[in-house]
């Protein structure tokens, strides 16, 4: 009789799992929905944008991570943001309206955002994975935010989308006036080329390393065929970003 209880027991929770995880998707979708004032549709579409690689470990029912939307999320942003910025500033030269666009998609930008939703609460994520490090939630959430404006898109459609950036992204921070300091190092670094009349930039990877839920990428940068900068990230725009305030300081020093 003991033996057939812990029996019983055990396929109970090999069980359970999945069946809990149904039911936090399902609530957690819901709330979801009603915080944005938005009807989901494809409902798997938000699930894996809400997925995190580093979940893909912890169930093996999740093959696929929310990476691919997030780099849909990613140009559907810049586009939108990019169009913001044209009609909003009519006389202003392309060097403003790049500087300020990447002000609006960067990491700091996209972490505030998802911090007026409270994003993390929906992330799918190993814990393991941010050890505790605020900075880890952030590029968590940020991407997760990525990954949502491409499931909205993908689902909904483009309009969708816009709206959905300009509540959450655009209009809190233009018009609260929040994005004034020059994040973008590759934007600084490629203006500086061109006043000096300078080859553009060009961006190595040299290595990349770890598992697929913590890769770590060295990013060399190019002047001609001369290296002159060295960057260090989680993922090839962080690392490019690093590269370029390298350069920038050895510049400025």
């Known amino acids: 009789m003991f033996s057939s209880f812990f029996r019983s027991l055990f396929d109970k929770l090999k069980k359970t799992p999945k069946s809990d995880l149904v039911n936090y998707e399902h609530e957690k979708l819901s709330l979801l929905e009603t915080k944005l004032n938005m009807s989901f549709g494809k409902t798997e579409y938000y699930i894996k944008a809400l997925t995190h690689r580093s979940f893909l470990e912890l169930s093996p029912d999740f093959q696929k991570s929310n990476e691919r939307l997030e780099f849909l999320g990613d140009a559907v942003l810049g586009l939108v943001t990019a169009e913001t910025l044209f009609k909003k500033y009519p006389t202003k030269h392309e060097g403003f309206l790049t500087k300020y666009r990447s ?16 994003l993390i ?58 994005v004034k300091v020059d994040k973008n190092h ?20 040299i290595s ?23 960057g260090e990230g989680k993922n090839k725009k962080a690392a490019e970003q690093e590269a370029a305030k390298d350069l920038l300081q050895k510049i400025n020093d």
Not at 108 to 113: H, P, V
Not at 128 to 154: F, H, N, P, Q, W
Not at 208 to 230: L, Q, R
């Open 103 to 118: 002000h609006l998609v960067d990491k700091e930008s996209l972490f505030n955002a998802a911090k007026k939703l409270n």
């Open 121 to 178: 609460q929906y992330v799918l994520y190993d814990k393991r994975y941010v050890k505790g490090s605020d900075e880890g939630k952030k590029t968590i959430v940020a991407d997760c935010m990525e990954a949502l404006i491409g499931a909205i898109y993908i689902d909904k459609g483009l309009q969708t989308a816009a709206d959905f950036i300009h509540k959450w992204i655009i209009v809190p921070n233009v018009e609260s006036g929040l």
């Open 186 to 205: 590759k934007g600084k670094l490629l203006e500086y080329t061109h006043i000096h009349k300078l080859p553009n930039p060009r961006y190595k990877i």
């Open 208 to 230: 990349e390393a770890g598992p697929d839920h913590n890769k770590e990428f060295v990013v060399h940068v190019f002047i001609s065929d001369n290296k002159w900068g060295h």
